[in-house]
């Protein structure tokens, strides 16, 4: 495809791939450690074609119902499917048929619900255990409740991920499922906070899970508005949306 849509995205991505080179440099970084996962959300399959075409290899999605007819109709090309999204245990089965990687594993029964998938299918899935990046904000004077009004309940409940000090079980969960293969964590940075020490909290529940399985190799953090804070604390996976492909409606 080389119309006008094509060219836009052309040149978003390249100045996307500029800012993560940039952010590289400054943090001494090799951007060759980094892969740019294009989140795809709203926008239809001929976008992922034209990603395709313009040497994008990975691309990302949130939600099954979306993901599936989309993975179904670029089948035939050779791209790396992540799903990034809050996954209900019930639609496990079908994302394990599509995605190569499951980056929001966040309890023990969609452990299970992805290794029973994936193991129908017939495929390995790379899994990402998701830990929760929101400050807690813990009993305080005027916010006795957790989830209380300075604390709204709503975008918190739609990040997910578990928290730190629950991360290994999850992982070992994980580790020990046939048809899954643990390859490291994600992260969503707080809403209305910095991302920087978010990231930080990130890098170190990835450092503490490599001391029982020293071959994790992947930290995804990092969106459209906060990759080079995610690129300084050690991301090797950026989600990129609306920067490559514009604002969603
Ligand atoms: C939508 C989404 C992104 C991409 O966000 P942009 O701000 O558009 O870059 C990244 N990660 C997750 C989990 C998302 O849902």
Redesign the pocket.
Known sequence: MADARTAEIAANLAAARERIANACTAAGRDPGEITLVV?T?TWPADDVTRLAGLGVTDV?E?RDQEAAPKAAATRELDLTWHF??QLQTNKAAAVARYADVV??VDRLALVQALEKGAAKAGRTLDCLVQVNLDPDPGPQPGNPVRGGCADPPGPIAQ?GGVAADEAADVAAAIDSAEHLRLRGVMG?APLGADPAPAFVRLADALAALRAHYPGLDVMSAG???DLEQAVAAGATHL?????VLGS?A
């Open positions: 989140v959300k990302g949130n990034i999204g980056h929001s990040r969503v969106m459209s508005d989600r990129v949306g609306s920067s969603r």
